[in-house]
């Protein structure tokens, strides 16, 4: 069989870099370490600053670097594993819950939570916003919506820092009859960069859960984590530990 055109495609130029880049981190710097600045890192493998930048991009989206505000480009530990499967029949904030709860205000959802919630796109709903914190840092931003529909026993005159614990409270009270969720790859948010100490447009995975309540979903989720410290497990055995950096984990025990 001939060669393919896309077997005939050469291997990026920065792809190569990441490779060779790779093995520095591993051979040379020690976790935490800041790397030396683009201009040096550059002259040193004799690539275009461009060149460099997408294998430090690649790099920093793989978990091996992470950038930080104020301090420059570090090397990242080991990611962390992160339970995000099912939470054993119970809301969210309800029991040992690892998410800490920043505010709550009413306010319309965006367009497709709406959808998923099946209000109305003018409707406002609760919007708590939560941080989940792990070996003493955040490693996720979230909004938990919930329609009033959902809370029609919360009292109408409910101060700033009551708000959130009544709209939990209520919540808590249904039965919960399942949930799902769905994960995708994005960009952090100006404000959930904030949260996370990150930079606007850094890779975050995002978490989309759905819990369901009378056969409709009585409230959502958009849960945003770090892509450089969290892997994200969903099995009922939780979390497990990684050491290595390698792509290739078939040898993994």
């Given at each position: 069989?001939?060669?393919t055109?896309?077997?005939?495609?050469?291997?990026?130029?920065?792809?190569?870099?990441?490779?060779?880049?790779?093995?520095?981190?591993?051979?040379?710097?020690?976790?935490?370490?800041?790397?030396?600045?683009?201009?040096?890192?550059?002259?040193?493998f004799?690539?275009?600053?461009?060149?460099?930048?997408?294998?430090?991009?690649?790099?920093?989206?793989?978990?091996?670097?992470?950038?930080?505000?104020?301090?420059?480009?570090?090397?990242?530990?080991?990611?962390?594993?992160?339970?995000?499967?099912?939470?054993?029949?119970?809301?969210?904030?309800?029991?040992?819950?690892?998410?800490e709860?920043?505010?709550?205000?009413?306010?319309?959802?965006?367009?497709?939570?709406?959808?998923?919630?099946g209000?109305?796109?003018?409707?406002?709903?609760?919007?708590?916003?939560?941080?989940?914190v792990?070996?003493?840092?955040?490693?996720?931003?979230?909004?938990?919506?919930?329609?009033?529909?959902?809370?029609?026993?919360?009292?109408?005159?409910?101060?700033?820092?009551?708000?959130?614990?009544?709209?939990?409270?209520?919540?808590?009270?249904?039965?919960?009859?399942?949930?799902?969720?769905?994960?995708?790859?994005?960009?952090?948010?100006?404000?959930d960069a904030?949260?996370?100490?990150?930079?606007?447009?850094?890779?975050?995975?995002?978490?989309?859960?759905?819990?369901?309540?009378?056969?409709?979903?009585?409230?959502?989720?958009?849960?945003?984590?770090?892509?450089?410290?969290?892997?994200?497990?969903?099995?009922?055995?939780?979390?497990?530990?990684?050491?290595?950096?390698?792509?290739?984990?078939?040898?993994?025990?």
């Amino acid at each position: 069989m001939g060669t393919t055109q896309l077997e005939s495609v050469p291997e990026p130029k920065y792809w190569h870099l990441k490779t060779v880049l790779n093995d520095a981190l591993d051979s040379e710097f020690e976790v935490g370490e800041i790397l030396p600045n683009e201009r040096d890192l550059a002259a040193r493998f004799g690539v275009a600053r461009a060149t460099l930048r997408q294998a430090l991009e690649q790099l920093e989206l793989e978990g091996r670097l992470q950038r930080r505000r104020g301090v420059g480009t570090t090397v990242a530990p080991p990611r962390m594993g992160v339970s995000v499967g099912p939470s054993a029949n119970a809301w969210p904030g309800a029991g040992r819950d690892s998410w800490e709860t920043v505010g709550c205000v009413e306010a319309v959802a965006p367009a497709a939570i709406a959808a998923l919630l099946g209000t109305g796109r003018d409707q406002a709903v609760h919007t708590i916003r939560r941080v989940r914190v792990m070996r003493g840092q955040p490693v996720a931003a979230e909004l938990l919506y919930v329609p009033p529909a959902s809370v029609p026993g919360l009292p109408g005159d409910l101060s700033p820092a009551a708000h959130a614990p009544a709209v939990l409270r209520e919540l808590h009270a249904l039965e919960l009859e399942g949930e799902d969720r769905a994960v995708e790859l994005g960009s952090a948010r100006a404000d959930d960069a904030k949260q996370l100490d990150r930079l606007p447009g850094a890779p975050v995975l995002v978490v989309t859960s759905r819990y369901y309540t009378g056969g409709r979903v009585a409230a959502a989720s958009v849960s945003t984590y770090r892509a450089d410290t969290c892997r994200l497990t969903f099995g009922d055995a939780g979390a497990f530990e990684v050491t290595h950096h390698q792509q290739d984990t078939r040898q993994a025990s």
